[in-house]
């Protein structure tokens, strides 16, 4: 049901905003379901309608990795994953393209992540970053493609200078011999 998902999306988007934990922790987990299930032709069409709401989702969600509740940290989580792959699904059909600078924006947040107290928020930025650079080696198809180097490369700087500053690196030296072992695919 596109027209629903389009009308769907934006207020999922305004509740991520609201004052109770529990309403944000619910939009979230509703937005990943809502974006695991949708095409990226209703995808493109919501961003080609309602761009704002598109293009400030991404960023919305990064916020919601630093809020004082980790139920709501940890959906986050969630919903960025679910957004990145379909951000990037839709990237091969359309104009929709999250970039260089804002892929180094996601990396950089979830990285902070993996100094986090609580070993839940660690692990599920964990899985988001995993995400991240599984993607950048698969077109549509789920083929190996080499276009997105300078994103892993990208990853490679910020998780070694990641390491300089995390009190406990297990998460960064995990995702440094993800990226390596992919880099000589390249």
């Not at 988007?13 to 619910?26: A, F, G």
């Not at 969630?78 to 929709?96: D, I, M, P, R, Y």
């Not at 080499?146 to 200078?161: A, L, P, Y």
Request: hydrophobic share 40%; net charge negative.
């Amino acid at each position: 049901h596109p027209e629903t998902i389009t009308h769907l999306i934006p207020i999922l988007h305004s509740n991520l905003e609201d004052t109770e934990s529990t309403t944000r922790e619910l939009s979230c987990i509703c937005l990943s379901m809502v974006l695991e299930q949708v095409s990226s032709e209703t995808f493109t069409t919501i961003w080609e309608t309602n761009t704002r709401v598109i293009d400030t989702l991404y960023p919305r969600l990064l916020e919601l990795l630093d809020d004082s509740h980790n139920p709501v940290r940890m959906a986050a989580c969630k919903a960025l994953g679910e957004f990145l792959t379909l951000a990037h699904v839709t990237a091969s059909t359309s104009s929709f393209n999250l970039g260089l600078a804002s892929m180094e924006n996601i990396a950089s947040s979830l990285l902070i992540q993996l100094d986090d107290p609580e070993h839940e928020i660690k692990e599920h930025a964990f899985q988001v970053l995993l995400v991240l650079l599984e993607l950048q080696y698969q077109d549509s198809n789920g083929k190996f493609h080499e276009n997105n180097k300078g994103v892993v490369e990208m990853m490679e700087r910020q998780i070694i200078d990641s390491l300089k500053s995390h009190r406990d690196g297990s998460f960064c030296r995990l995702l440094l011999e993800k990226v390596h072992s992919k880099l000589h695919f390249i």
